[in-house]
Every structure is written in C-alpha cells, then in structure tokens.
C-alpha cells in the first residue's frame, strides 16, 4: 500500500476555498429547486371535454384562483378528460396519487359507493340552494370526508349547475310505457330508476354523447340545460327537449383532493383551497343562470326545438320509484345508510321551508300585475 503525503494545512485550505468559490458560483448560476423555494405544480383531471363552457372552465377557473392566490405557491395545471386519463378514470387517478385532485360529478363513481350519488345529484332530491344547505351546516360535508377517506381523497363542493333539463328524445314520452326499450343516457340513481321503469341505459362521457345520439347508439340522453346542451349541439339530432329535470334538482361538482396531497399543505393553503372552491360553487351557478334563458330562446325561436312537460302521472310514477331505489341502495353498508338518513332529513327540513319561501314567492311573482 503506498502511502500519499499529507496535504499541507495551508493548501488544503486554498482547496476548500476554490472549491467552494467554485460550487457557489456554479449555485448562483442555477435557478434554485420548486420545492426550496415552496412551490408545488398540482396535477387536476377532470371528467368534462377541454375548454367546455360552464362544466369544464369551472375547473380552469378554480385552478387558477388557487394558483393566484397563493402567488403560485401552487400552480394547478388542468388536464380536460382524455388528456392524462380517461374522464371515468379521474377518480382512481387522484385515490392512487398518480394525480393530485380532480373535477367531477360524484355520481359518476357510484361504483366505488353508491353513497357517492348524494353529492351530485339524486332524483327527487335537493336543489342547489338545498344541497349547500345541508353540505355546510346539515352534516354532509362530514360524511362526505368520511366517505372519502376511505379512499384517500379530500372533497369539496365546486360548481353547481342548477336544476337541469328532463332530456333530448327522439320520440314523445306520454306515458312511463315509451321508456320501455328506450336506449338513453343517463348516470347516477337516475339512470337505475328509468332501468326499473324498462329503459337501456348507459353512461357515458359528455364528449361521446353527440356521436353517440347521432349515430343511434341512444336514442336519448340528458346532459345539463339549454346552455350546455345547445353549444353541444343536441338540437341538430333530437326533436323534444323535455322538463323537469327530475334526476337532477341541483347537480353538485365536486373538486376532490388526494388525501396525503390536502394534509401536506399549509393552513393557509388548505384555507385558499376550500374558499377557491366555495367561491367557484357560487359563480358556477349564476354563470349557468345567466346564459340559460337566452339559449332556451334561442333553441326554441331559431332551431325550432319542441319543448314538452313531463305529465304528472309520469313524474309520480317516477317519484315512487325513486324513492324505492334510494331506499335499497341506502341498505349497502352503514355509511350509505347514515348518509341516506342525513339526506332525508335535510330534504324534509328543506321542503317545510321553501314551500312557504321560494316556492309561494314564485307563485306570487307570475300573478298578473303590471310591473315592468
């Protein structure tokens, strides 16, 4: 073994000098790393089509108040459906951590748990002004949390559509008889209820349905409003666009974070997530009642639409059932069924209330009195 001479203390200190001059003049010509200077890039996927009005820029929207908000400590950067995974795939892309939160309807994953139809939207159930009602100060956001735990995920509610349209058909619906047979598309408990009453339903992504009706793969389908439902064009296919919505009172999005994601933020990071995405719940709604009166015009003074009521007999027909499916479903496990019992209640307490508000007040204001 040959032996090396010891370096002098002299030029052993004139070595550590150049070296570090030269490692920090090398530091000073590299930007430093994202995570020292706190900065994090967020990965959202969502279920709707790029750029989609309403739906869709309500992703782009939330990510970028976040983004701004936090002077782009995190930047959220937007993946529309099929862009990193598939619109129906979004939920285990977020529950894994392949991404880091998504943009959805919850309804569209009953398959995990069918308690996950109560934060969308049931038939029958909760209006937009009821849902925020009984997510922030009726229980629902705690079983909400619970129920997506379970799944290593963090919801919140981000966008409402408002009531929605009954649906675009090919042929009149005068009775619950011209279901049978029927091909159309329709998700969440909504879709189990007219299966029951004799249709064939399929669920498939908003960006497959136009295709879809045109070719007769449907010979239905709901979607969301006027709005919506005339920038994709239905109108050109379908002849009747009936109303109510029954499947759909209040349509809740949700934003849903990865769990291990929401718990290594800040305090004041999780407090600009939660208000990005309560403000984004508010102007959802206002932006989808804005534009749907003029689009209804529009669809029925241009493009000649038939606009047709469901009958009573149909819609009771309807309400029977789905109270029948809520009730079978809400058997599944305990926490489906304490979820159940809490939607009720809200939903009982609601319709006390708005019968003598909302729904008397809306009576009053069509009586014939001059106004304008």
Not at 179 to 187: C, E, Q
Not at 276 to 292: G, P, V, W
Request: aromatic fraction near 12%; charged fraction near 20%.
């Amino acid at each position: 073994m040959v032996k090396r001479p010891l370096a002098s203390k002299k030029s052993s200190r004139r070595s550590f000098l150049v070296g570090g001059a030269a490692l920090g003049a090398a530091a000073a010509t590299l930007p430093a790393p994202a995570i020292a200077q706190g900065k994090r890039t967020l990965k959202m996927v969502t279920t709707w089509p790029k750029n989609l009005p309403g739906l869709g820029m309500a992703a782009e929207h939330v990510a970028k108040r976040i983004t701004e908000a936090t002077d782009g400590q995190l930047t959220v950067k937007v993946y529309a459906a099929g862009e990193l995974v598939g619109a129906f795939d979004v939920f285990d892309a977020v529950s894994s951590g392949n991404a880091d939160m998504y943009h959805g309807a919850e309804y569209y994953f009953q398959g995990k748990s069918p308690a996950f139809n109560f934060f969308s939207g049931v038939p029958f159930g909760l209006t937009s002004n009821e849902m925020n009602a009984w997510i922030y100060y009726g229980g629902g956001q705690e079983l909400w949390d619970e129920l997506s735990a379970k799944f290593k995920l963090k919801p919140f509610l981000c966008a409402n559509t408002g009531v929605q349209m009954g649906g675009w058909f090919n042929k009149e619906i005068n009775s619950t008889e011209d279901f049978k047979g029927l091909k159309i598309r329709m998700p969440g408990l909504g879709g189990e209820v007219l299966r029951r009453l004799g249709a064939s339903v399929v669920s498939i992504p908003g960006g497959e349905i136009y295709t879809s009706l045109q070719q007769g793969v449907i010979d239905a389908t709901e979607w969301v409003g006027p709005w919506n439902d005339m920038i994709f064009g239905f109108y050109k296919i379908a002849k009747y666009y009936y109303w109510p919505g029954f499947h759909e009172p209040g349509s809740a999005l949700a934003l849903s974070m990865n769990l291990d994601v929401w718990e290594s933020l800040t305090k004041s990071q999780k407090v600009i997530v939660q208000s990005a995405c309560a403000a984004q719940n508010d102007m959802t709604l206002a932006e989808f009642n804005a534009n749907n009166s003029s689009a209804l015009a529009t669809l029925v003074d241009k493009h000649k639409v038939e606009l047709r009521r469901f009958s009573d007999e149909i819609l009771t027909t309807i309400g029977e059932m789905s109270g029948k499916v809520m009730h079978e479903m809400a058997q599944a496990d305990d926490i489906t069924r304490r979820i159940y019992e809490s939607y009720l209640s809200s939903r009982r307490d609601s319709i006390r209330w708005s019968h003598l508000a909302e729904e008397t007040f809306w009576e009053a204001r069509r009586l014939p009195f001059s106004y304008d």
